[in-house]
């Protein structure tokens, strides 16, 4: 969405990816102060923290997540994937 809306503040691409059910992939940190610290919606956040930012090594690793994890990803799930492992955290409800 970033890579469509060039600009566009984090809380922007978040905002946009709740209004379509969208979950969002990216290699910006600042994804998680707004979902812990800040507490905003989400439909899940998958966060790549990958030593070679190659599009081919993303997509490799994307590729064996997806293979591997077989739950629908929620607004529980924030997930951060590195080359070697996957760490899931489960975000509390704000209710």
Do not use: Y
């Not at 709740?18 to 102060?33: A, I, L, P, T, Y």
């Not at 923290?49 to 629908?72: H, M, Q, S, Y």
Request: hydrophobic share 45%.
């Amino acid at each position: 969405m970033g890579e469509q809306s060039p600009g566009w503040s984090d809380w922007q691409v978040l905002a946009h990816a709740v209004s379509e059910n969208r979950v969002v992939v990216s290699n910006d940190k600042d994804f998680g102060e707004l979902v812990f610290k800040n507490h905003l919606s989400h439909c899940g956040i998958v966060l790549l923290r990958l030593e070679d930012e190659r599009i081919e090594n993303k997509i490799t690793v994307l590729n064996r997540f997806l293979a591997n994890f077989l739950e629908p990803i929620t607004p529980l799930h924030f997930i951060v994937l590195t080359e070697k492992a996957m760490r899931i955290t489960l975000v509390k409800s704000n209710e």
